[in-house]
């Protein structure tokens, strides 16, 4: 069913409630923490079409949503709860999350793709905590995606081939890339994380590997890089005896 909060004033109470497509589409500037401590479950859906103020999905008992998120022009959608949850996009068809209004991803938020048919993003994407990748593929398209916390992989992966995509792994901790994460080339790769950043596979760059900060350390994996290397204070590490770095670009390289 389709549920559809457009009273002036007040909240709806998600907690622990089962929607079909929820549309937030109302004036009420009491949505900026709707809150609780059991599940969230949209099973079509997340739509945000206009608010009086920012709508805050702050439930610790997660939220789980089978359709696409939208926001709207501005508005502005969160999901910040005040502890550790997950927000998990578990569709049977392919999922997008879109708009271009506001869309913040909390410090306590997990996002976990667990949908073997995908999800693609229509806009920046930023996420300060873990990416868990259980099923499916996350295709960046010709945006950014900026990971601030791990990966955890069990079978997804991350598509960044297209050839505006920027994956950007700005940490303040130590980050790794699981195997087999990347399907693909990576267009643009920035690494801005004193902490630096390990790869456990190989990775192939088709434009720019951009050092920032860090160093970025291969393993026992090969770093193909077919286009440039900006570098402010980054590193390569491939010391390991059976790293391989590769330039195979189409033009001089430098």
């Known amino acids: 069913s389709n549920f559809i909060f457009s009273v002036a004033t007040g909240s709806p109470g998600l907690s622990g409630r089962t929607y079909g497509y929820l549309e937030i589409n109302t004036a009420s500037t009491n949505l900026n923490a709707l809150i609780g401590g059991n599940p969230v479950t949209i099973n079509g859906n997340l739509t945000i079409t206009a608010a009086g103020s920012a709508v805050n999905f702050n439930h610790t008992g997660g939220v789980s949503i089978a359709g696409n998120i939208s926001v709207a022009s501005g508005q502005t959608l969160g999901f910040s709860p005040a502890s550790a949850n997950t927000l998990t996009l578990s569709g049977t068809a392919q999922q ?72 950007v792994f700005s940490g303040s901790s130590a980050q790794s890339i699981p195997a087999s994460t990347f399907t693909g080339n990576i267009n643009n790769l920035t690494l801005n994380n004193s902490a630096g950043l390990t790869s456990g596979q190989s990775l192939t760059i088709s434009n720019a590997l951009t050092l920032t900060s860090g160093t970025l350390t291969t393993g026992p994996n090969t770093l193909t890089i077919n286009g440039s290397i900006s570098r402010s204070s980054g590193n390569i590490n491939a010391s390991n005896t059976s790293a391989t770095v590769g330039f195979s670009g189409s033009a001089a390289q430098s």
């Open 96 to 167: 997008t999350i879109g708009g271009s209004g506001t869309l913040t991803i909390g410090s306590n938020t997990t996002l976990s793709i667990n949908n073997s048919n995908g999800v693609a993003l229509s806009r920046n994407l930023t996420l300060p905590n873990t990416l868990t990748l259980t099923s499916g593929t996350i295709t960046v398209g010709a945006n950014t995606l900026t990971l601030n916390g791990s990966i955890s992989r069990t079978s997804g992966n991350i598509d960044a081939s297209n050839a505006s995509a920027t994956v």
